[in-house]
T-cell receptor
C-alpha cells in the first residue's frame, strides 16, 4: 500500500528565510502527490499537487514543491517565509487516479519566527 | 460560504451512545470522502462515495460505523455504541468529477467519548 513519511515533526525558520518541509513517499505505480495545510480550528486546505509533467509544481501562497522520482521525494518549499505560514503541513499520496485511498503523512509543524 | 460544511463541529458523548455526523459537500461535487484524524497524526481514509454509491471502505471502518449518501448530496456518518477509542476529528472532503484528484476538506467534527 502507498505511504508517505514526513521525517521532521517540527521545522523552525526565521521570517524572510527560505523554508523546506520534507516528504518521501512509497507507492506502486505512478504517484499522485499532494500538500495540504491545516490552520487551527480550520479544515485542511489544498496547496498543490503533482500528477504528471513538470517536476516543479507551483501552488497557493507562493509555495512550490519538487517531485524527485529517483529519491521518491516531494519536498515543499517557499523562497521567503512569512509568519502567517506557521501551520501544520501534510503530505499525501494516492496510487493513481482510480485509487481513492489517499494516505497522509503525520504532519510537520512549521513555525516562522519574526 | 460555498465550502464543505460539517455538523456538528463538536460532539461530546458517553461511551455506548450512538452519534451521527453530517457532511454537506461543495455543490455539484459528485465524490465524497470521510476521514478520521487523531492527535498528532494525519487523516486516515475511512470511506468514499461517488454520487450515492459507497465504492470503497477502509478496514478501519468497523461494523459499528456506517455511512450513507442517500441522494448523492449530503452524507451522514453514524457510529454505534461509541468507545473511547473513537474520540477523534472526523473530516469530510469532496471533489468534482472534472478535478477528481483534488479533495476539498470541511472543518471537521471533533468527537469526544467520555
Amino acid at each position: 500500500a502507498q505511504s508517505v513519511a514526513q521525517p521532521e515533526d517540527q521545522v523552525n525558520v526565521a521570517e524572510g528565510n527560505p523554508l523546506t518541509v520534507k516528504c518521501t513517499y512509497s507507492v506502486s505505480g505512478n504517484p499522485y502527490l499532494f500538500w495540504y495545510v491545516q490552520y487551527p480550528n480550520r479544515g485542511l486546505q489544498f496547496l498543490l499537487k503533482y500528477i504528471t509533467g513538470d517536476n516543479l509544481v507551483k501552488g497557493s501562497y507562493g509555495f512550490e514543491a519538487e517531485f524527485n522520482k529517483s529519491q521518491t521525494s516531494f519536498h515543499l518549499k517557499k523562497p521567503s517565509a512569512l509568519v502567517s505560514d506557521s501551520a501544520l503541513y501534510f503530505c499525501a499520496v494516492r496510487a493513481g487516479y482510480n485509487n481513492n485511498d489517499m494516505r497522509f503523512g503525520a504532519g510537520t509543524r512549521l513555525t516562522v519566527k519574526p | 460560504d460555498t465550502g464543505v460544511s460539517q455538523d456538528p463541529r463538536h460532539k461530546i458523548t458517553k461511551r455506548g451512545q450512538n452519534v451521527t455526523f453530517r457532511c454537506d459537500p461543495i455543490s455539484e461535487h459528485n465524490r465524497l470522502y470521510w476521514y478520521r484524524q487523531t492527535l498528532g497524526q494525519g487523516p486516515e481514509f475511512l470511506t468514499y462515495f461517488q454520487n450515492e454509491a459507497q465504492l470503497e471502505k477502509s478496514r478501519l471502518l468497523s461494523d459499528r460505523f456506517s455511512a450513507e449518501r442517500p441522494k448523492g448530496s449530503f452524507s451522514t456518518l453514524e457510529i454505534q455504541r461509541t468507545e473511547q477509542g473513537d474520540s477523534a476529528m472526523y473530516l469530510c472532503a469532496s471533489s468534482p468529477s472534472r478535478e477528481a484528484d483534488t479533495q476539498y476538506f470541511g472543518p471537521g467534527t471533533r468527537l469526544t467519548v467520555l
